[in-house]
Structures are given as structure tokens and as C-alpha cells.
């Protein structure tokens, strides 16, 4: 598939109205529909977000767009009809969403790997005596200097730019390969 249809919030996926007429191949007003008709039941697998976003400069409505978890989606597609290219639409949904659990359990891996990693190297630098003689920025100084020597110091920038509160880690950032 060209596009990745899953959204990965935290360490949970979900996918949007738009990702589910897309990957059905529907109107996403089609979509829209069903949801408000099983609104009650898909909540009761958790709260559905929704995004409300205003017309464009033509005109016309604002446009809702809900978010929902893999369980409230799953239970969706059971509402639609099994024709052939809603039993596709169905196969290729499970399979995005056992795509993205699997892509979030391996960078997990690497995160998990990569904290020993990183205490590992503070200790070795408190240890040598570079932190001291750094100032106290010996570990930000050889960290900056791993992510230039592994081709990551323009995506460190980047991360900078769209993250100046830091909520959201660098090597949370990365995908499973620059991790």
C-alpha cells in the first residue's frame, strides 16, 4: 500500500474515518454514517475522538473526522455489508494494524536495548572524568556526537523544531532502523 493509513499515538494504534474509506475504497461520508449509527456501541471499546475541521474556501461544511482504536474498527467493518471488496478492505485492515503493533513492539525492543546502552555510557563517562572536565555536558557532547557520526544529526534538528517541549523523546522519534 502506498500510504500508511495507521496512526501510532503513544504505543497504541488507531485509524481514522479517512484511512477507513480509503482503505475500503468508500465515500467518507459513508463512513461517517456508520459511526454516528453504532456510535454507543463502538464506545463502549473506548472514547472515539473526532477532529472538526473547517470548509475549505469554496464553502461548505466542516468536516468530521473520527479516531478510532483497532477494536472500535474492527467491530465497524462488521457492521458492512461482506461484499468482495469489503471482505478485502477487512483483510488489508488487520493486516495494517498487525503491521503497526509489530513496528511498535520492535522499536520498544531496540528502546528497551538502547537504555542499557546509554547507561552503560554514563558510567563511562562519569567514570573517565570527561563530564567533569565537560562541565557537566559530557553526555550531551558524546550523545551529539554519535548522532553525527550515524547520519542523525539533521534529524536531531528536526526533532528540535517540531518538539521545542520535549514531550515526545528523540529516540522516541525514530523508527525501529535509526534507533
Not at 473547517?54 to 474492527?74: F, M
Not at 567533569?132 to 551529539?144: C, F, N, P, V
Not at 544529526?153 to 529516540?171: A, G, L, M, N, Q
Amino acid at each position: 500500500m502506498g500510504k500508511d493509513v495507521i496512526i501510532i499515538k503513544g504505543k497504541k494504534c488507531f485509524i481514522d474515518s479517512e484511512g477507513l474509506a480509503f482503505l475500503s475504497n468508500n465515500e467518507h461520508r459513508s463512513i461517517v454514517r456508520l459511526i454516528k449509527n453504532h456510535t454507543t456501541t463502538l464506545e463502549e471499546f473506548g472514547v472515539m475522538g473526532f477532529e472538526i475541521t473547517k470548509p475549505d474556501s469554496k464553502g461548505g461544511r466542516p468536516k468530521t473526522t473520527y479516531l478510532l482504536n483497532e477494536e472500535q474498527a474492527t467491530l465497524l467493518t462488521t457492521f458492512m455489508k461482506n461484499s468482495t471488496k469489503v471482505v478485502l478492505f477487512k483483510k488489508k485492515l488487520v493486516k495494517e494494524f498487525f503491521r503497526m503493533r509489530e513496528y511498535i513492539q520492535k522499536q520498544e525492543l531496540i528502546r528497551l536495548t538502547g537504555i542499557e546502552t546509554r547507561k552503560t555510557l554514563t558510567d563511562k563517562i562519569k567514570e573517565s572524568g570527561e563530564n567533569e572536565r565537560m562541565h557537566g555536558h559530557g553526555y550531551s557532547t558524546y550523545t551529539k556526537l554519535i548522532y553525527s557520526l550515524t547520519g542523525l544529526s539533521e534529524t536531531y534538528k528536526e526533532w528540535k523544531i517540531d518538539h521545542p517541549d520535549k514531550k515526545v523523546s528523540f529516540r522516541d522519534y525514530l523508527v525501529p532502523e535509526d534507533l
